[in-house]
């Protein structure tokens, strides 16, 4: 199979073509032909040697896919309620770079309806994670105001639908002008342009001096002490990156007068069973918002493509990820 390494740490030129044997999969996994896989912003910190890969897990970078079911057991592809030959997209601990993967069949989740296979693709690791993070970790309800820090991210855009399909207030930061319009654009309530606003001041401002019930960020660093200063009384931070670093201070005074919790979580390493829950979540609450997204208002929910790449040119796509340009997802094609 064709498939796309890492042939040493380092700049995103160390992504290189290549051929390997194609996976075989184990009890519980299916084999799926990808004609589509995501880009991911982890996926550049394992390019770097930032962000190691479990262990049993191929060395290939991708943490989503979208294709073919091509083989499986009878068993699995049964739990899995699949057939050899349906459309999927997967969340995966890594492989996703190459034209055949494994994936745990819980961890499959059919194509929705009106969806190519690159619109899939760009599904899986942010839809799980917003929803790990927003709606089972920090329990976001109808109502409350939700704060996405970097909201044209592929993170950010699919937490600024789901947050409005649950009857959310949204407020985002972006660094520009014109993505802020993008993400209001997208539903957001209120987009904040971080280079040039005091986001604490403005998130106070556009809540009338309650602050956000719930945060969504990917920075961490100095941004913890100031999310703290414009949270809501029994507020909750998910804080999900640390792209600002990590050390971070805090005003422990004001978490307790103000009972905050902040949550932190990783995907990647957690076990099956726990991302299979997830996925059925996913399936029973979220697909039907996605379903018909492929005409013109048809679905509550859509994916939000930036620019597709082929695969053999995934160190543009890098590129294109680390110069944060963006707004949405960056997908490789195969074919």
């Not at 996976?23 to 930032?50: C, F, H, T, Y």
């Not at 920075?219 to 809501?232: K, S």
Request: aromatic letters at 4%; charged letters at 20%; one cysteine or more.
């Amino acid at each position: 199979m064709r498939a796309v390494q890492i042939s040493r740490f380092g700049a995103p030129e160390v992504l290189q073509a290549t051929e390997r044997p194609d996976p075989v999969p184990a009890a519980g996994e299916l084999l799926i032909a990808v004609q589509a896989s995501g880009v991911n912003r982890p996926d550049v910190l394992q390019r770097k040697g930032l962000y190691p890969m479990p262990p049993g897990v191929s060395d290939l970078p991708g943490l989503e896919i979208a294709g073919t079911v091509a083989a499986g057991a009878a068993a699995d592809l049964a739990a899995a309620g699949l057939k050899v030959g349906d459309a999927v997209c997967a969340l995966v601990a890594g492989g996703g770079y190459a034209e055949r993967c494994v994936a745990p069949a819980g961890q499959c989740l059919p194509v929705p309806a009106g969806l190519t296979m690159v619109e899939a693709a760009s599904l899986p690791e942010t839809f799980f994670t917003v929803w790990q993070n927003v709606f089972v970790n920090a329990t976001l309800q109808g109502g409350e105001t939700l704060l996405v820090q970097g909201g044209s991210s592929g993170i950010g855009v699919t937490a600024i639908q789901l947050g409005k399909a649950f009857g959310a207030k949204v407020i985002v930061t972006a660094g520009s002008d014109d993505k802020c319009r993008a993400c209001v654009a997208l539903g957001a309530d209120h987009a904040i342009n971080y280079r040039t606003q005091d986001f604490v001041a403005e998130v106070k401002r556009l809540t009338g001096g309650k602050g956000a019930d719930v945060v969504l960020d990917m920075v961490g660093g100095d941004y913890i002490e100031r999310e703290l200063q414009c949270m809501a009384e029994d507020a909750r931070l998910a804080l999900i990156a640390v792209q600002g670093g990590t050390a971070s201070r805090i005003d422990a005074g004001l978490l307790l007068r103000k009972r905050l919790a902040i949550i932190g979580s990783t995907l990647r390493p957690r076990p099956v069973p726990y991302k299979t829950r997830l996925a059925r979540e996913l399936r029973e609450k979220v697909w039907p918002l996605l379903e018909g997204a492929g005409s013109a208002g048809a679905a509550r929910v859509r994916p939000v493509i930036h620019q597709v790449f082929p695969a053999a040119a995934a160190a543009a796509a890098h590129a294109l990820m680390e110069s944060s340009t963006h707004v949405g997802k960056i997908v490789l094609s195969w074919q």
